[in-house]
């Protein structure tokens, strides 16, 4: 179980696929006290915390609660864009410990990450960040979701740019579809989402090593079936403990108590028919299913076992699948559209955000 806990929802970036930064200036100013955040970590008692935002950096007492969390012996996960990381660490805001790693945001190659982030020279900076990290001896991993339109061939590439880097692991999910979204056209179904994953996990590159479940990535890649387990990831955030999952907010209560025995879980969930559950298969839902498949009989265990040791997965219609997608046409303009923004606002945003760079420059 993780807990995902959102301090703050301010940002130093405004993506056009973000829902936090739609927030009102006061909410946007607001950190979470210390205290209240602790007591939310002992309510749920989860040994992983996802510290989540907003960008957890720019929390005022982000090195009191990693200090604090540490002390609780949590395996903190600082999920980061690293605009900041390289000023922090060598500032000496923290400390390498096994208990803190810097999941990095990274949505794909450069101009795919800057177009989705509506800022270039974020996947540079990102970079930077990266490789300061590793040097001073932090566990880093990196973060990507994606979307319709994603080329499979460009993010095999990331991959090895990530392991070149010196990523200690890889964390991919296909983004979820928020009812809001202006085209829904622009999300993967759970069919396109196999087939996508398909491409991109067969075959695999030895080197290429994710923070995942092996059984997950074969649920991504259409070879299991599982269903949700939407309290894997409880989430607390400035409003409260959100019902029923990170994706889903139906509303929030006071307590983690009242969340789980309040909550109608069977609503939830592919298998509920729930629409809004109906093409997630969002790691926050699915990867806590696969972790505990793994452990319900000595079959699902061989299972994990043959996975870990036999991880190329060759695929001949795979490859082919992978080459004619080099002939078609991708970009970011096709994968963008979250929270109701439309393809030209996201034109304009990304003009814009050059505009500014240029000018900052
Ligand atoms: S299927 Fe997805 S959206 Fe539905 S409860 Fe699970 S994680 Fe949340």
């Not at 979307?147 to 990331?158: Q, S, V, Y």
Request: proline share 5%; glycine share 6%.
């Amino acid at each position: 179980m993780v807990l995902m806990l959102e301090p703050l929802f301010r940002c130093n970036l405004a993506c056009a696929g973000c829902g936090k930064i739609q927030y009102p200036a006061h909410i946007l100013r607001k950190d979470m006290p210390l205290d209240e955040a602790l007591r939310a970590v002992d309510e749920c008692g989860a040994p992983m915390v996802s510290l989540a935002g907003g960008e957890p950096l720019l929390y005022g007492p982000i090195r009191e609660l990693v200090q604090e969390l540490a002390n609780r012996k949590k395996y903190i996960y600082l999920c980061t864009n690293a605009i900041l990381l390289k000023e922090k660490l060598e500032a000496g805001w923290f400390e390498p410990t096994k208990y803190l790693t810097f999941p990095v945001h990274m949505d794909g190659p450069r101009d795919d990450h800057d177009f989705s982030v509506c800022r270039e020279g974020t996947y540079d900076k990102a970079m930077v960040g990266i490789r300061t990290a590793v040097e001073m001896g932090y566990r880093i991993t990196t973060n990507t979701t994606l979307f319709e339109g994603a080329d499979p061939n460009a993010i095999r590439d990331l991959f090895d740019e990530m392991m070149d880097a010196g990523v200690e692991g890889m964390t991919i999910s296909p983004g979820y579809a928020y009812e809001a979204a202006a085209d829904q056209a622009n999300f993967l179904g759970r069919k396109k989402t196999s087939a996508l994953f398909n491409m991109l996990l067969s075959n695999r590159r030895k080197r290429w090593k994710f923070n995942q479940s092996v059984l997950f990535l074969e649920f991504l890649m259409g070879k299991r079936q599982f269903d949700c387990t939407p309290w894997g990831n409880p989430t607390y955030t400035l409003f409260g403990w959100q019902k029923p999952c990170y994706l889903v907010n139906e509303g929030y209560v006071d307590t983690f108590d009242k969340l789980m025995t309040e909550t109608e879980w069977p609503s939830y969930g592919f298998e509920s028919g729930n629409p809004k559950c109906a093409n997630c298969m969002v790691h926050s839902g699915y990867e806590a299913t696969a972790v505990d498949h793994t452990f319900t009989s000595i079959r699902s265990l061989f299972a994990t076992i043959k996975a870990m040791m036999f991880s190329r997965y060759s695929s001949e219609s795979a490859a082919k699948a992978l080459e004619d997608e080099k002939s078609k046409p991708h970009g970011p303009e096709a994968h963008l559209v979250q929270l109701g923004l439309d393809v030209d606002a996201l034109k304009t945003a990304k003009k814009t955000a050059a505009r500014e760079a240029a000018t900052i420059a």
